[in-house]
T-cell receptor
Framework: KNEVEQSPQNLTAQEGEFITINCSYS?????LHWLQQHPGGGIVSLFM???GKKKHGRLIATINIQEKHSSLHITASHPRDSAVYIC???????????FGTGTSLTVIP | DAGITQSPRHKVTETGTPVTLRCHQT?????MYWYRQDPGHGLRLIHY???????DKGEVSDGYSVSRSKTEDFLLTLESATSSQTSVYFC????????????FGEGSWLTVV
């Protein structure tokens, strides 16, 4: 049973395209995190959300608490956005994160 | 950047030998985690700590032990390494407040031959 589901698993886009990655979760959460991992690299946090929407440059993250759903959008995608994007949920109870299996994004020039 | 360093970053070891990975943080975060990352599985929790000498098992704890004698250090030991423990290991920290983000170390690539 996966508490966090991501879609799609793999995504290929042309440079400049608008990209959406989705995350659904089944538990009550206190926060939802979006993480980025470049090939062979470490993992960095892009956003932490508990409600609403956040924007950082070309990246936008939204969350709908009632629907238990979050999306990560990338506007005007660029080859340097090629990475694995991971959704992580911190439940209301406990301190163990639930992770999605990641979305592998490739942006082609 | 939460000042998390992992060591060693890369290691090749033989089956049956003990291996210890170290995670060091400089931010005084209460929670520390050890994960392994394998293709098709994503990040899986091995053990975590919620304070000095306070640890608990995660979903894939068999064959691993941990220790936390100081706030800043969280050690992961493979008691007798097996080929199935070949993986990338990530340490992470999180402050006590849920209003803060999670921080990851750079990863430790372990190959058991």
């Amino acid at each position: 049973k996966n508490e966090v589901e991501q879609s799609p698993q793999n995504l290929t886009a042309q440079e400049g395209e608008f990209i959406t990655i989705n995350c659904s979760y089944s538990v009550g959460i206190s926060a939802l995190h979006w993480l980025q991992q470049h090939p062979g690299g470490g993992i960095v946090s892009l956003f932490m959300l508990s409600s609403g929407k956040k924007k950082h440059g070309r990246l936008i993250a939204t969350i709908n608490i009632q629907e238990k759903h979050s999306s990560l959008h990338i506007t005007a995608s660029h080859p340097r956005d090629s990475a694995v994007y991971i959704c992580a949920a911190l439940p209301n109870t406990g301190n163990q994160f639930y992770f999605g299996t990641g979305t592998s994004l490739t942006v082609i020039p | 950047d939460a000042g998390i360093t992992q060591s060693p970053r890369h290691k090749v070891t033989e089956t049956g030998t003990p291996v210890t990975l170290r995670c060091h943080q400089t931010e005084n975060h209460r929670y520390m985690y050890w994960y392994r990352q394998d293709p098709g599985h994503g990040l899986r929790l091995i053990h975590y700590s919620y304070g000095v000498k306070d640890t608990d098992k995660g979903e894939v704890s068999d064959g691993y032990s941990v220790s936390r004698s100081k706030t800043e250090d969280f050690l992961l030991t493979l008691e007798s390494a097996t080929s199935s423990q070949t993986s990338v290991y990530f340490c992470a920290t999180h402050p006590i407040s849920s209003g803060n983000t999670i921080y990851f170390g750079e990863g430790s690539w372990l190959t058991v031959v």
